[in-house]
């Protein structure tokens, strides 16, 4: 065994998404995981802060875990999610390689580690943080529709539908991603200029209740 596993992680970055959309900017399977991991960490913190009459949720645990929610694309790249759910047996034959892919990276980690990355691989999380990370992996794919949208890109309209979409059964079940849409999404629609002048604004002039 060839312990290989960082340096095939590493090559996440290669892999792009949104391969038949004609985005204006790429986009790749290592900085889409790192925003999901920022957007699964916030909704955890929203959950403990904004919510707290909820069970409470490791947020660091829901940040590792979509980290990891993509990795074994390293191996299978990126299938188009249209092409991915268009039918039962296409999903099933997604999954399934997706399961062989996780096997093969488990395989190249020494004995020794297997039990802790065996988890982020096979997607062995609770119901309830899976269920976040999807979450938070839908929120990532709706403001990469919305800034393609700002930037003119018509390609990602139906992508927006279809995104928000498949957010609203999540936005009506869980509010902590009513309550990210609300504060933290609006902000997807703005330009640089603006999101740095209002980095700069003083606090409490905004105009937003909490």
Known sequence: MQPVFFALLSRMQNVHRWGKSNPTRTENVAEHSFQVALFAHALGVIRNRVFPDQPPLDEN????????????????????????????????????????????????????????????????????????????????????????????????????????????????????????MAHFVPAFHMTIDDLVEAAFEPQGTSGEKE
């Open 61 to 180: 645990q829901l940040a590792v875990a979509a980290l990891f929610h993509d990795a074994p694309e390293v191996l299978t790249e990126d299938v188009n999610s249209g092409v991915k759910y268009a039918a039962p047996r296409m999903l099933a034959l997604c999954r399934e390689m997706e399961a062989i892919a996780a096997d093969l990276m488990l395989g190249t980690i020494p004995e020794v580690l297997k039990p802790s990355y065996a988890p982020l691989l096979g997607h062995d999380e609770e119901e309830e943080l899976a269920r976040f990370v999807k979450a938070a992996d839908l929120l990532s794919a709706y403001t990469k529709a919305l800034s393609e949208l700002r930037a003119g890109n018509t390609e990602f309209e139906g992508t927006e539908r279809k995104v928000l979409a498949a957010l609203q059964p999540f936005i009506d079940d869980l509010p902590e991603v009513g309550w990210f």
